[in-house]
């Protein structure tokens, strides 16, 4: 059974950093994506950044130039740089892992807070 454990999330204050990690288990192959996805109080879940097997990024918008979507093909692990943290950033972050056609698995997130 795939399981994927984040961490590195906690409270900041706004302009600082942190890092996620995202550590995949349970799984005898690697995923063609791996990307974060977070979710504010009251909102739906938003894409924040995917990267491929090739190492192919994809931002949103919105931490374009703020965050770096990084992978360890070897450990099936994958890494989330966050620097210049806004309030807005608040949210809890989730992993997520492709492997077509296998599945589409989903970690259990983490908190970030960023006070102003």
């Known amino acids: 059974q795939v399981q994927l454990v984040e961490s590195g999330g906690g409270l900041v204050q706004a302009g600082g950093s942190l890092r996620l990690s995202c550590a995949a288990s349970?799984?005898?192959?690697?995923?063609?994506?791996m990307g974060w996805y977070r979710q504010a109080p009251g909102k739906q879940r938003e894409f924040v950044a995917t990267?491929?097997?090739?190492?192919?990024?994809n931002y949103a918008e919105s931490v374009k130039d703020r965050f770096t979507i990084s992978r360890d093909n070897g450990q099936n692990t994958v890494y989330l740089q966050m620097n210049d943290l806004k309030p807005e950033d608040t949210a809890v972050y989730y992993c997520?892992?492709?492997?077509?056609?296998?599945?589409?698995?989903w970690g259990q997130g983490t908190q970030v807070t960023v006070s102003s």
């Open positions: 990267i491929a097997r090739s190492g192919t990024t």
């Open positions: 349970g799984n005898r192959f690697s995923f063609d994506q």
């Open positions: 997520n892992a492709i492997r077509i056609p296998l599945g589409n698995y």
